[in-house]
């Protein structure tokens, strides 16, 4: 018998759509910058760098446009002892945070993220490498989810 994790057979909790509000706005900014940059040294002939500069612009462009799929790449569940938390479209991250190695849950809200009402989730745990980051959470939901993996971190390390 395999004690193999079948990811085919997780049915994924997903974070809110707003997330990708809150991607656009954030990767819209850097590319208005690289674009006033761009403009610049054209203005001043300087034209390797604008040359590095507008791949990098166009680089972000197409980020804008892949943000969308990338949100919607990021779920996770609780599990009866851990969190299984995934992201990512061409290279996929799946980690498993026990409950009892948590150590500290974070929430951060970002001007951007808190006008959308959303939150993310910081988990640190006792191997640091394995820090997770849960975003696009509504506020609610991520203090409610705060409160039970707490308590659920704490009766794991209680039993240990």
Do not use: H
């Not at 900014?29 to 612009?57: D, H, N, S």
């Not at 804008?64 to 990512?88: E, K, M, T, W």
């Not at 929430?107 to 394995?130: D, H, M, Q, W, Y």
Request: charged residues 20%.
């Amino acid at each position: 018998m395999s004690n193999r994790l079948e990811l085919a057979d997780v049915s994924w909790r997903r974070v809110s759509p707003k997330l990708v509000w809150v991607e656009l706005t954030s990767a819209a900014i850097v590319v208005i910058v690289m674009l006033a940059i761009c403009t610049g040294l054209w203005l001043l002939k300087l034209w390797i760098p604008l040359a590095i500069l507008a791949v990098f612009a166009l680089g972000s462009i197409v980020q804008l446009a892949v943000i969308p799929r990338r949100v919607r790449s990021i779920g996770y569940q609780l599990r009866d002892d851990d969190l299984l938390f995934r992201r990512g479209i061409m290279w996929q991250r799946f980690v498993a945070v026990p409950y009892g190695r948590m150590q500290l849950i974070d929430i951060n809200r970002g001007p951007i993220a808190r006008a959308l009402g959303l939150s993310e989730l910081k988990f640190v745990t006792a191997a640091a490498a394995a820090g997770v980051t849960l975003p696009g959470l509504r506020a609610e939901d991520a203090d409610e989810l705060r409160d039970r993996l707490v308590a659920l971190a704490e009766s794991r390390r209680a039993g240990l």
